[in-house]
């Protein structure tokens, strides 16, 4: 098999792949770049389905890669949109210790904050605190200056633009079916998941990036690898604070992480379309695309339901199981969840608002991986975990495949 000009295919059109495409395509500028996604847009799932945070490092483990990309990513993306005048805002964050109990753990991220780089974060009393978020609960808090919103979809659409003009190629309603190693290079089989009949097309490539998020397993999966690690999607459900109470959240507020809790825990959040934000609480979905309790796809569920990782992930978790899919059915609990940060906020405060589904890398013994998840095969790479901050990263995430892919693909 040989193809007149090289090529590399990216399987996965959501905010990393299209950024992979973007570093790959200045890395390799005589290979043709193709983006295949299954959905008719791009960044229809993760990529246009969080809070539109942009992310700076504080949370990581220092020498991390989530650290490292993080830090470089969020200056990265915010260039990126500077550039080419995408909505964002440089608003600052505000982390809370709520009581005398996590002061000591405040200190300990103000401490993860400064070895991964960050500048300018203060430790503040609740004095100081109360200047920038005059509502807040809380003893103590962590300022992150350099912390904002952004609008997702559009970056991921100017991405576009940009891959297009780079004469490169997106190609939607193009799921990947099936995978073909030969001697040099892939046979990639894609159909057409929306149109009866289902068209199938192959596609020649010499290397390929996996960028599948949701699916990136089960694409690795086509190409041969083993899912010891497999993806769990977790559903993270919204609020959205009525228009005549938004004034007591100005900007970003988030708890300290606990670390008995897997998962972040709820926050609020200033959008960058207006209004304010409040969760996500994480449930599990019952389908990689469920974003509603109905949403149920029995393939996705036998898969996650059949994984020995969940059911210990599960036991582990009990209780936090247990009140993530109370707080699910009641609005009255999400209030409370929320009041920890900001005592005046009300059930009636609350409007429905979206959810996402988070694609979570689970071992087999029920953990959770915590940093980016890159795997190198020949004439392949595979992304088996890029959760939050992925999309504030994703320009310096493709910068690192640009780099893995470099070392054993020549033009």
Not at 143 to 161: F, N
Request: aromatic share 6%; glycine share 10%.
């Amino acid at each position: 098999m040989a193809l007149a000009k090289k090529r590399i295919i990216i399987i996965g059109g959501g905010i990393i792949g299209l950024g992979t495409a973007i570093k790959l395509g200045r890395k390799f500028p005589n290979v043709e770049i193709v983006v295949l996604e299954k959905e008719p847009d791009v960044a229809r799932h993760q990529s246009g389905n969080n809070s539109g945070v942009l992310h700076a490092g504080l949370y990581y483990k220092p020498g991390s890669i989530k650290a490292r990309l993080a830090v470089s990513g969020i200056q990265e993306m915010i260039a990126f949109c500077q550039e080419n005048n995408i909505r964002h805002e440089i608003c600052g964050k505000l982390v809370v210790a709520v009581d005398p109990t996590e002061v000591e753990r405040l200190h300990n991220l103000f401490d993860r904050g400064t070895k991964n780089g960050l500048k300018g974060m203060r430790l503040l009393k609740r004095k100081q605190m109360l200047e920038i978020e005059p509502h807040v609960a809380g003893v103590e808090a962590v300022h992150v200056p350099q912390e904002g919103i952004v609008d997702y979809v559009e970056v991921a659409h100017v991405m576009l633009k940009k891959i297009q003009e780079a004469g490169g190629q997106v190609v939607t309603r193009a799921k990947v079916i099936k995978l073909d190693q030969k001697s040099n290079g892939w046979l990639v089989e894609t159909e057409n998941p929306n149109a009866p009949p289902v068209i199938s097309n192959t596609w020649e490539a010499d290397y390929i990036v996996n960028c599948g998020g949701l699916h990136c397993d089960r694409v690795a999966e086509l190409a041969g690898e083993k899912r010891d690690v497999r993806i769990v999607p977790f559903r993270g459900e919204y609020y959205k604070i009525k228009p005549e109470r938004q004034n007591l959240v100005r900007n970003l507020i988030y708890p300290v992480p606990d670390p008995q809790f897997p998962f972040l825990g709820v926050h609020f959040t200033r959008l960058i379309e207006g209004g304010v934000e409040a969760g996500p609480n994480a449930v599990l979905a019952l389908s990689r695309e469920g974003y509603t309790w109905s949403k149920i796809n029995v393939v996705d569920l036998w898969d996650a339901l059949s994984f020995s990782g969940l059911w210990r992930f599960m036991a582990k978790h009990k209780r936090m199981s247990w009140d993530e899919i109370r707080r699910s059915f009641s609005k009255e609990l999400f209030a409370q969840a929320l009041q920890r940060l900001v005592p005046d906020i009300r059930e009636a405060d609350l409007a429905p608002g979206g959810a996402g589904v988070r694609a979570q890398a689970m071992s087999p013994e029920g953990e959770l991986l915590q940093d980016f998840c890159l795997v190198e095969r020949p004439r392949a790479l595979h992304v088996l975990n890029a959760p939050s901050p992925g999309a504030t990263a994703s320009l310096a995430i493709g910068g690192e495949i640009a780099a893995y892919v470099s070392k054993n693909f020549a033009q």
